[in-house]
Structure formats: structure tokens, C-alpha cells
């Protein structure tokens, strides 16, 4: 059941924000062993309590709501970036916007963070030490992250 909802979830993302790029999971997660590739800029398009649970190797922190745009000034338009949030909601609407203002290699990752936690991939706390857990969003949402994976409220 979880599958077919994630399927349906990334069809009304791609309906709602048809110009933003995907990528999948496993194919960022090949890209970020591939050394010989240059490393994205990795924006995590969650709110700050989610992020300190959980988040990426390396992602940095952006408010999904009022993004702080001009911090990624000092970034070349041309950086790979990849934006992810709970799903990919989010952060495509994020990657949507970082598209108007000129960023040319912005990818969304497809099943967010609940994805890459699903399928077993690392995971770190807000002291950089690995974890398993991950904010849940809200009762709704947290139904497509598995019961194993959810934080117990703070």
C-alpha cells in the first residue's frame, strides 16, 4: 500500500510542478559514492526540528517557507543541487524556485527523505552521528515512513 500512495504522490508532484527535474534514490545514492563526479549542493527543504532529528550526509538547511535565496548567492548557478523534504513536496516547490532565479542543475529528490530511510540509506542526527530515525511530519504523512523509523516526539 505505501508504494502505490509514493507512486501516486510523485505523479501529483510532477502534475503540480511539471519543470522541476527528479532524481531517484538509488541513482543519488550512486552519485554520492562516484567521487570522480562533482558533489551537489544537498538543501534540505524541511523545517528546523525535522532537520536536528535527521537529515542527509552534508545537507544544509533551508526554510521551506521563506527560503533564504540570497545565502545562495555566493553559489554558482551552474552547482549541481539536489533539494529533498519528507516526500519531494517541498522541495520541488523549492526547486521550483531556485529555477526562476537562474539555478540550471537542480534536482528534486523523488520520495524525500522518507524514501531514502525506507530503503536502508544513511541517515544523521543534528551532531553528525548516523541514526535510523527521522521526524514523521505529521500523523498523515508519517503513515509513508515506516513504524521503525519514526521519531519519538520531542
Known amino acids: ?24 534514490t538509488q541513482e543519488f545514492a ?27 550526509k552534508a545537507a ?23 533539494v529533498y523534504c519528507s516526500v519531494g513536496y517541498r522541495s520541488a516547490k523549492l526547486a521550483q524556485q531556485l529555477d526562476e532565479v537562474g539555478f540550471s542543475g537542480v534536482l528534486n529528490l523523488s520520495g524525500g527523505i522518507f524514501q531514502w530511510a525506507n530503503e536502508g540509506r544513511p541517515i544523521f542526527r543534528y551532531d553528525q552521528q548516523p541514526t535510523h530515525f527521522v521526524h514523521p511530519y505529521n500523523a498523515m504523512w508519517g503513515k509513508l515512513l515506516k513504524a521503525c523509523y519514526h521519531a519519538q516526539k520531542q
Request: charged share 20%; net charge neutral; glycine share 2%.
Open 60 to 82: 544544509i538547511h533551508i526554510d521551506p517557507i521563506a527560503p533564504d535565496l540570497a545565502a545562495l548567492s555566493i553559489v554558482s548557478k551552474d552547482t549541481p543541487i539536489v
Open 30 to 56: 550512486q552519485w554520492l559514492l562516484d567521487s570522480a563526479k562533482p558533489q551537489p549542493l544537498i538543501l534540505d527543504a524541511r523545517n528546523q526540528t525535522e532537520y536536528e532529528i535527521s537529515h542527509l
Open 1 to 24: 500500500m505505501r508504494s502505490l500512495i509514493f507512486k501516486l504522490l510523485k505523479s501529483f508532484i510532477r502534475l503540480v510542478f511539471p519543470g522541476v527535474h527528479q532524481i531517484q
